[in-house]
């Protein structure tokens, strides 16, 4: 038999019919190893039969010996039109819509939500019209009936099979023939061609590549559910990711309502979008304020706590940046970071120390965003060092102030984008003051911007006046 097209094979294989796939990355080894050699996984590497090479299970669509054709690139313009589902934070993570004849993977841990998600998008699709396919291979067609009767949603036009045989699922789409297709999830799902159970990266990786050729042929719009593992890896792994259109995940930390919707991959819109959700008793509810949500009550707030105006995607958040400098009791001091990167932490804690001659050794030092959310745009840096220095000296900041901006490792404070748009959010939220980088022409601006004063932080040494003043937020 030939080798399985795109596929890595090691050494030749010997004689055996089994080959040993890396759970990881994908690749295909001769024989069982403790370390992928691929990419250096340990107890990764799983045995799989080979009785047909993924993706080349089914008979070729359409017939034999007929080349391709071709078309004009500028020819008749096919205007798309894009399948609303009705939820708009869905919605606006995909670009405006889900697009015909496309493939997307929604990924996410088990538990947060991602059946909800799908059976509430699903179901506002078919009432707007669309024939719609829900397919589930985890639950039994009555589980998912009782949760659109508890989502306020069974009245919805949603035709549901309970099946993981692919070549059913198959056959059963070609005849509805439907706009919209859910499979909740991909690792259930099982091809007959393969010989490894499901679950395993041929199988997952079979099944998805199937359903997006399926897509493409049919221009139904499908939504693929993959469990992510512990280590943040959609099992059955990034090869998934390949074979798809774009890749959203839905994540939420454990015992908070909040979920946000991320997109990591768009061929038909843009990635830095995120869709805020709230989980309540009847499903996932959007959330129009999501600054709001991220913030908490308004009022003083405690030292080492800084507001940070931040941008996600098209969209202004304001969230609270915690700090914590403790002192250590022994050994080399802590370093520990929640929802921002430590890399980062570790730059700014030396920026500080070096241009502004704060110490932090001796202490522990915690950093968190509030509300289970994760930053990473560079603007947070000011917003980082503020929170630290307010942590450092125990001095509280301005209760009704914002800060953004980006720490260069001279200490100089580097303008950011969306300048505009932080302030607004921040005037909607009943902020009075906004401390940010130095801007070109910013002069006759300052003041004005809808009832938020600007003060212009040019280097990191400002900061250290803004926790010894905090009443004032003094300026040099
Ligand atoms: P689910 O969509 O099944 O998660 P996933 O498909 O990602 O595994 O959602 C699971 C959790 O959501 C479960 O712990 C219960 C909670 N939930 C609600 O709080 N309210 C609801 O209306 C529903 C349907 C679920
Ligand atoms: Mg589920």
Request: net charge neutral; charged share 20%.
């Amino acid at each position: 038999m030939s080798a399985p097209a795109g596929a890595r094979i090691l050494p030749p294989m010997a004689k055996s019919d089994s080959i040993f796939v890396c759970q990881s990355c994908g690749a295909i080894h001769p024989k069982w190893l403790g370390k992928c050699e691929a990419c250096g996984s340990w107890n990764t590497l799983q045995e799989e039969g080979v009785r047909a090479a993924p993706g080349a299970m089914a008979a070729p669509v359409g017939k034999r010996g007929k080349g391709a054709a071709f078309v004009d690139l500028i020819g008749e313009a096919q205007i798309v039109s894009r399948l609303k589902t009705g939820i708009g934070e869905l919605d606006r993570v995909c670009g405006g819509g889900l697009v015909p004849a496309s493939a997307l993977l929604v990924g996410g841990d088990p538990g947060v939500g991602k059946s909800t998600l799908l059976l509430q998008a699903a179901a506002g699709a078919a009432k707007a019209g669309a024939t719609v396919a829900y397919v589930t291979g985890e639950e039994a067609e009555a589980q998912i009936q009782e949760r659109a009767r508890r989502l306020g949603v069974a009245d919805a036009p949603v035709k549901l099979a309970a099946e993981t045989d692919l070549r059913k699922v198959l056959d059963g789409l070609k005849t509805l023939r439907p706009d919209l297709v859910v499979v909740d999830s991909i690792q259930t799902l099982w091809s007959d061609g393969i010989d490894s159970a499901p679950g395993t990266v041929t199988q997952v990786r079979a099944c998805a590549h199937e359903l997006a050729r399926f897509a493409k042929k049919s221009g139904a719009c499908v939504l693929l559910v993959g469990h992510v593992t512990k280590d943040g890896q959609i099992a059955g792994p990034r090869v998934v990711e390949h074979l798809v259109d774009a890749v959203v995940y839905f994540e939420g930390e454990r015992g908070l309502p909040y979920r946000i919707l991320r997109a990591v991959k768009n061929r038909f819109g843009p990635t830095d979008e995120i869709g805020v959700f709230e989980m309540g008793e009847k499903g996932l509810a959007e959330t129009p304020n999501p600054s709001a949500l991220f913030l908490g009550p308004a009022g003083a707030r405690p030292s080492g706590s800084a507001v940070f105006a931040g941008v996600e995607g098209t969209r202004p958040l304001l969230v609270e940046v915690q700090a914590l400098a403790a002192p250590a009791a022994y050994g080399a001091a802590r370093r520990a970071v929640i929802g921002a990167d430590s890399a980062r932490l570790a730059m700014i804690l030396a920026v500080l120390e070096t241009r502004c001659g704060l110490s932090f050794t001796g202490r522990d030092v915690y950093l968190s965003i509030a509300g289970g959310l994760r930053i990473t745009e560079p603007a947070a840096d000011l917003a980082v060092a503020a929170a630290l220095v307010s942590a450092l000296a125990d001095v509280p900041l301005q209760a009704d102030g914002v800060i953004f901006g980006e720490i260069a490792l001279s200490g100089e404070i580097r303008p950011v984008g969306r300048t505009e748009l932080r302030l607004k959010e921040a005037q909607k939220l009943g902020f009075k003051t906004a401390y940010a980088p130095r801007r070109e022409g910013a002069a006759e601006k300052a003041g004005d911007n809808g009832g938020v004063r600007v003060r212009e932080i040019a280097h990191i040494s400002d900061l250290a006046a803004l926790a010894t003043a905090p009443a004032e937020g003094r300026k040099r």
